[in-house]
């Protein structure tokens, strides 16, 4: 991946996410009549998320400017891309966001994830990576079940 591209899909997700964070900030509960669902008791959460996905944007943008140093940028950017879907799907099965509301999910974490994870790919220090997946390793062959604890 060449950084030209990376700087670009940077800027793109900067971009989104200034405008996806406006939105809920300014308009907390059209963002919830949109999806059919009824509006929030406490709609300042709404715009909390909306100000956290605005920074999100800028910390995208100050990456772009060198994803070869910023990758723990792309990287928390990253991880919010994977646990928002699992979230996501934790309240659909159990009822308490409705299916239209994954919209949300496709635009804001789906089609980010690829891209991020190509740039993340080209970026993350090997030694890195070589070293805190055997640390992990470690990590887990010493676990012990929780029957076999006294």
Not at 47 to 74: D, S, T
């Amino acid at each position: 991946m060449t950084i030209k591209y990376m700087q670009t899909t940077l800027r793109l997700a900067a971009i989104y996410n200034l405008l996806r964070g406006m939105v809920a900030v300014l308009c907390p509960i059209q963002s919830f009549e949109f999806f059919g669902m009824k509006p929030p008791l406490y709609p300042q959460l709404w715009q909390c998320i909306g100000m956290i996905v605005g920074v999100y944007g800028i910390g995208y943008w100050l990456a772009a400017n060198n994803p070869m140093v910023h990758w723990p940028i792309v990287l928390v950017g990253f991880l919010g891309k994977i646990f928002g879907p699992i979230g996501f799907a934790k309240a659909l099965i159990s009822g308490q966001l409705p299916l239209k509301f994954g919209l949300n999910i496709i635009f804001n974490d789906l089609i980010w994830l690829i891209p991020f994870l190509l740039i993340l790919k080209s970026t993350l220090p090997k030694k890195l990576l070589l070293r805190n997946l055997l640390l992990l390793k470690l990590y887990i062959r010493n676990i012990k079940p929780m029957s076999k604890i006294k």
